[in-house]
């Protein structure tokens, strides 16, 4: 037997903010709060423990410095990968520059709070 992933938890500024934009991206939906302030997000319908990993938004004070040492990718269930960039970035997502080629086939973007993920090109089917 092996482990697999259940939970992402993320170190944020506004738990609310991130939850929102994350919610929309992700199709997700609120499944809980914490007394701490943290929000757990995750599949309608499945929640904790389902195929997917749910995201926690927990609230942190402490500066980031530099670069997350992990980020998310992300692929597009319903629309190709040129439509579903528009959509992000009306969501508040920002292009972001790593150091890219430009011949990449993916796009380097940030969240609300500058965290990095990608935008992949091959469209997946939804879970």
């Known amino acids: 037997m092996a482990c697999r992933i259940s939970e992402i938890v993320l170190d944020v500024a506004d738990p609310e903010r991130l939850a929102a934009f994350w919610s929309e991206v992700l199709g997700y939906v609120e499944i809980g709060r914490e007394d701490d302030g943290s929000i757990e997000i995750g599949p309608p319908g499945t929640g904790f423990g389902g195929p997917q990993p749910t995201l926690v938004l927990s609230p942190s004070s402490a500066p980031r410095a530099g670069k997350l040492p992990l980020h998310?990718?992300?692929?597009?269930?319903?629309?190709d990968q040129e439509a579903e960039l528009e959509r992000l970035l009306a969501l508040g997502a920002k292009p972001a520059?790593?150091?890219?080629?430009?011949?990449?086939?993916?796009?380097?973007?940030?969240?609300?709070?500058?965290?990095?993920?990608?935008?992949?090109?091959?469209?997946?089917?939804?879970?």
């Open 72 to 79: 998310l990718d992300v692929n597009a269930t319903d629309r």
């Open 97 to 127: 520059d790593v150091g890219q080629t430009g011949a990449e086939s993916w796009h380097v973007l940030t969240d609300p709070e500058g965290n990095e993920f990608c935008l992949l090109r091959a469209r997946i089917q939804p879970v």
